[in-house]
């Protein structure tokens, strides 16, 4: 979906998210669209590197809400 791109590219201003880290993130959302339509199955390697991103970007928002919105997290 077109939404989900300006979505991750947010990361950046919103949390802080590295731009690298962000490219990781958009290239997964990039495979699971292609995936969609192919049907494709996908490969351990990317599912597990898929899983540490995603807590590497939990960990950032955390980070993010206890600094900035820190009566959200209690």
Not at 6 to 20: E, I, K
Not at 31 to 47: C, F
Request: proline share 3%; hydrophobic share 40%; aromatic share 6%.
């Amino acid at each position: 979906m077109a939404a989900h791109r300006p979505s991750v590219q947010s990361l950046v201003h919103s949390t802080g998210l590295d731009a690298y880290q962000m490219r990781v993130l958009d290239t997964f959302r990039v495979k699971r669209n292609s995936i969609n339509y192919t049907g494709e199955d996908i490969d351990i390697a990317s599912i597990e590197a898929c899983i540490e991103a995603g807590g590497h970007l939990l960990q950032q928002v955390r980070y993010w809400l206890q600094n900035n919105t820190p009566d959200l997290i209690k």
